[in-house]
């Protein structure tokens, strides 16, 4: 009988632990804004892909892109709307709320809250 | 046997009522071992039949026919949380991989389960100690979505529970969990679990109710 995969294992546990602690240590620089982006997906109950005229038209009324999405290359311009804006909103596409390519790179979305978000 | 606990996935089964066993499709079944009664687990192993110890994962024995599931026995140290933590618990019959991790753990409900009583942890220790556990791949989001799992099944009260043991932790340890809820919240569902797109605002609740580390 071998213990050389429970080390192994054990080894594996440990080292989960410092990558954890090291990204935790940079959650506030570059490395921190998956986290950030994902925060904001959490509190989301629903994403629509919106045009680059649509972003302006919010942006002149008054809504701010959410940092973190601008931190990514491509940028991501993530608005957050009320869900009664949304039925004056001309949209692309809904988008599954997920950390995936499709939305990552959808350009300019817009985000609905959860009633109780995140805060 | 004092203090050994049923502690992986197949937890939320054992929590509906009757053990009707709906929210989860269980792969093993996790049985963590405090230290301090190994040696009398290791005798009552003796006279397990239908069981026998896998040579590559010798903390793992394996059935012997299609009727049982196999066992895996986790090392703990209740009481004494060393998150992140673990080593190898050597012995020649029962060698155990001690997660520290598990120490959070601390004994809930004895269902009665067609007469075998079944020690579990309580269900805000479990999922405490699942959205504190650094896993990787498909066992990962197994484990995330166990929590919802356990979620489906809490008591009045059971959330508060975790919240007050969630806010002495260390402040990466605090991060940690908070990372991980969010992993859930964004999961695509998969067959056998619960489905995590069906629970989002319950998540997010959640979440709001933990606030953000900054």
């Given at each position: 009988m071998s213990l050389e995969s429970l080390h192994r294992r054990?080894?594996?546990v440990r080292s989960r632990h410092l990558v954890r602690q090291r990204e935790f240590a940079q959650r506030n620089l570059a490395g921190g804004v998956w986290l950030a982006l994902r925060y904001e997906l959490a509190a989301a109950q629903a994403a629509f892909q919106i045009t680059e005229d649509v972003a302006r038209q919010l942006e002149h009324a008054g809504h701010v892109a959410l940092e973190?999405?601008?931190?990514?290359?491509?940028?991501?311009?993530?608005?957050?709307?009320?869900?009664?804006?949304l039925a004056e909103l001309p949209t692309v596409a809904q988008?599954?709320?997920?950390?995936?390519?499709?939305?990552l790179r959808a350009g300019y979305i817009v985000l609905v809250r959860f009633p109780q978000r995140v805060a | 046997m004092s203090g050994v606990m049923v502690v992986g996935s197949e937890v939320p089964n054992l929590l509906e009522p009757g053990g009707a066993s709906t929210l989860v499709v269980s792969q093993d079944v996790d049985l963590a071992i405090p230290l301090a009664v190994?040696?009398?687990?290791?005798?009552?192993?003796r006279d397990v039949k239908g069981l026998r110890r896998?040579?590559?994962?010798?903390?793992?024995?394996i059935p012997e026919s299609d009727a049982l599931i196999e066992a895996n026995f986790l090392g703990m140290e209740p009481g004494a949380p060393r998150i992140g933590e673990a080593f190898v618990f050597e012995d020649a019959e029962l060698p155990l991989l001690v997660f520290g991790t598990l120490g959070v753990l601390e004994p809930g409900l004895r269902p009665d389960i067609e007469g075998v009583v079944v020690p579990l942890p309580s269900t805000a220790s479990l999922a405490l100690e699942k959205l504190l556990t650094d896993r990787s791949g498909d066992k990962y989001d197994r484990d995330l979505l166990v929590v919802l799992g356990i979620m489906l099944t809490w008591a009045p009260g059971d959330e508060d529970a975790l919240l007050l043991r969630e806010a002495v932790l260390d402040p990466v340890d605090r991060w940690t969990l908070r990372a991980n809820l969010t992993a859930l919240s964004l999961?695509?569902?998969?067959?056998?679990?619960?489905?995590?797109?069906?629970?989002?605002?319950?998540?997010g609740m959640l979440l709001e109710r933990l606030g953000r580390i900054v």
């Open positions: 054990a080894r594996a973190h999405g601008l931190r990514i290359d491509p940028p991501l311009h993530a608005y957050e709307v009320a869900e009664s804006e988008l599954t709320v997920r950390m995936d390519p499709t939305l | 190994h040696d009398a687990v290791k005798r009552a192993l896998s040579d590559p994962e010798p903390s793992v024995w999961l695509p569902d998969r067959v056998g679990m619960p489905e995590a797109s069906a629970h989002r605002a319950r998540i």
